[in-house]
C-alpha cells in the first residue's frame, strides 16, 4: 500500500493554528519556520506549501 496525498508535518509561529493528528514544529519566528521546513521537506521526501504567512504542511503527492 503506498501513501498519496498525505499531510506529513505541520510548521507554524502559531500554535493555536495546528492541526490536531499530525506531527506539528513550533517555531519563533517566520525564518526559523522557513528553514524546518525546507529541512523536513527533504528529510521526510515531500514538498513544503505555505497555506499562511504562520502555517508551512509538508505533504506527499
Do not use: Q, R
Not at 44 to 53: F, K, N, V
Amino acid at each position: 500500500m503506498m501513501l498519496e496525498k498525505f499531510i506529513l508535518a505541520v510548521i507554524t509561529t502559531n500554535p493555536k493554528k495546528a492541526p490536531v493528528g499530525t506531527a506539528v514544529f513550533h517555531c519563533d519566528s517566520k525564518e526559523e519556520m522557513e528553514a524546518v521546513a525546507a529541512n523536513l521537506e527533504a528529510i521526510l521526501d515531500g514538498i513544503a506549501h505555505a497555506l499562511t504567512e504562520e502555517l508551512y504542511v509538508i505533504v506527499k503527492h
